[in-house]
């Protein structure tokens, strides 16, 4: 996953990110929970980890560098 694949779904805002498709936010203290997606969003029920991916996708840019 690239960066910006991880920002088609997520948009980070200073401390915290939402989901683009709820608006729900998450703080980096919760990463280690699933996102709490709204129940009517297109990914409710769907175990995601933002923080995760996006400490992932930072790792890889690094190594590519
Ligand atoms: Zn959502």
Partial sequence: MTLQDWET???LDADHLHC???K???WPFNAGQ???HA??????GVTEY?????AGIL???RVRQ
């Fill in 9 to 11: 779904r997520w948009t």
């Fill in 24 to 26: 729900v936010r998450q």
């Fill in 59 to 61: 790792r890889a840019e």
């Fill in 39 to 44: 129940s009517e969003c297109l990914r409710s």
């Fill in 20 to 22: 683009q498709s709820c």
């Fill in 50 to 54: 933002p923080w995760g991916e996006l």
């Fill in 34 to 36: 699933p996102f709490p």
